[in-house]
């Protein structure tokens, strides 16, 4: 079973960066695939980034490319979210998650969620 807890999420203005981690127990977060999601009020979860066990090859959405960095801390079994250039529209509660697979699963494993609010 794996557990993921999600911290660092805060108020910021806009302009401003925050760096969200995921640590990981009962699996190693080099051995699955690993994911940032979030959800604004009223909205669908959206996909945000994810970083893929085989290779470590990075995604990210349209809306957040360049301005956010998925990356991977295997010494602290941890996944980070360092944010930057933050705009309004990225608050949110963000979410960690994981998967077995790299293609073809979905996302089995998820976190409790961290706030981020980000005002104008």
């Known amino acids: 079973q794996v557990q993921l807890v999600e911290s660092g999420g805060g108020l910021v203005q806009a302009g401003g960066s925050l760096r969200l981690s995921c640590a990981a127990s009962?699996?190693?977060?080099?051995?699955?695939?690993m994911g940032w999601f979030r959800q604004a009020p009223g909205k669908e979860r959206e996909f945000v980034a994810r970083i893929m066990k085989s290779d470590g090859s990075t995604y990210y959405a349209d809306s957040v490319k360049g301005r956010f960095t998925i990356s991977r801390e295997n010494a602290k079994n941890t996944v980070y979210l360092q944010m930057n250039s933050l705009k309004p529209e990225d608050t949110a509660v963000y979410y960690c998650?994981?998967?077995?697979?790299?293609?073809?699963?979905?996302?089995?494993?998820w976190g409790q969620g961290t706030q981020v609010t980000v005002s104008s």
């Open positions: 998650a994981a998967k077995d697979a790299d293609w073809g699963s979905s996302y089995r494993y």
């Open positions: 009962g699996r190693t977060v080099s051995g699955l695939a």
